[in-house]
């Protein structure tokens, strides 16, 4: 029995793109929409990031804030902040949560 497969659908720009869970770095609900992003580009979903958890659950998602989920394997590495919160450092050197 081969295992499901680990591809996503992403929008941009009107085209749809198939992206592989192990290229997502995170994503995030900004505005009501969802959005997926890869070390090269950020696709929209049209899954709610409820959605989007549920379909990476089987794989090492982890969601971190009411509006955001990140992919454990592609930390780089974790700095306690104060209140109880957590810098991550991505791979490519995203900083997570985003500063403005």
Do not use: W
């Not at 497969?5 to 929409?33: M, P, S």
């Not at 409820?50 to 394997?73: A, P, Y």
């Not at 919160?85 to 403005?100: E, K, N, W």
């Amino acid at each position: 029995m081969n295992a499901p497969a680990k591809k996503l659908i992403g929008i941009k720009n009107d085209i749809q793109a198939v992206i592989d869970f192990a290229d997502v770095l995170y994503a995030e609900t900004v505005d009501r929409k969802t959005f997926i992003y890869t070390a090269d580009d950020v696709f929209r979903t049209e899954l709610t990031l409820s959605q989007l958890e549920e379909v990476l659950n089987t794989v090492n998602f982890f969601r971190c804030s009411k509006s955001m989920i990140i992919n454990i394997d592609k930390v780089h590495k974790l700095r306690s902040l104060a209140s109880n919160r957590i810098d991550a450092t991505m791979q490519g050197g995203i900083s997570l949560p985003r500063r403005s």
